[in-house]
């Protein structure tokens, strides 16, 4: 049976959101950008993607991040080891997973100008090959946001330091999949990427 982004239960959305936004010098899920916070944003265009199956992993000021989801049908969970790194991050929600859930999509909530139609060039490539990873290309650069099959769940579980999944993707490169997203470039991680990419907006 074909399955259809917003509707399967086969892949569920994390969204990585527990930094404590050092270089931004305030914590930067909280900056607007067309009215939205930069965590709603990213959170709603998960769930635009996969509905209910989302997870939102929050760390550093979690009980201030923690209202600008509400409204929207996701779970948070709390990593209390987020100085550790974004490794960290990935361990805490892939244990939240459900046994159901067949692949995850990795997303950053800094990464602003990721849209739902981007999620969902990813979400339909790893339809395609849902034995293998998918992941945003940008030149040279292969990373988040990134879908990952079961069978690496126990890899992703056993991440550490701040690097992410790129390690496990530099593995496994025999069953990647890259799908150019020039959006992907682009992080909010200073006031001045903040006013690049929306210049009418400020730091809240």
Same mark, same amino acid.
């Given at each position: ?36 916070? *930069?965590?709603?944003?990213? +959170? ?17 000021? +979690?009980?201030?991040?923690?209202? *600008? ?11 209390? *080891?987020?100085? @550790? ?33 981007? *999620? ?6 790893? /339809? ?29 579980? @056993? ?7 790129? @390690?496990?993707?530099? /593995? ?33």
């Amino acid at each position: 049976m074909q399955q259809y982004p917003g509707t399967s239960p086969a892949l569920h959305a994390i969204v990585l959101a527990a930094g404590e936004s050092r270089r931004f010098g305030a914590p930067k899920q909280l900056a607007r950008i067309a009215g939205q916070s *930069l965590l709603g944003l990213a +959170a709603g265009r998960a769930v635009e993607l996969c509905g209910s199956a989302v997870t939102v992993v929050l760390g550093a000021r +979690a009980a201030e991040l923690a209202p *600008l989801l509400r409204g929207l049908p996701v779970s948070v969970t709390v990593n209390p *080891l987020w100085r @550790e790194g974004l490794g960290s991050s990935i361990r805490a929600g892939v244990a939240s997973l459900p046994e159901s859930c067949e692949g995850v999509l990795l997303m950053l909530a800094d990464q602003a100008a990721v849209s739902t139609g981007d *999620l969902r060039r990813l979400a339909d490539a790893w /339809r395609g090959q849902p034995g293998g990873i998918v992941a945003a290309s940008r030149g040279a650069i292969v990373g988040a946001p990134a879908v990952f099959p079961r069978a690496l769940f126990h890899a992703l579980g @056993e991440l550490r330091g701040n690097r992410g999944a790129h @390690e496990l993707i530099g /593995r496994h490169r025999e069953c990647l999949m890259c799908v150019d997203m020039p959006h992907a470039a682009i992080d909010i991680d200073t006031p001045a990427d903040l006013h690049a990419f929306a210049p009418s907006e400020s730091p809240s």
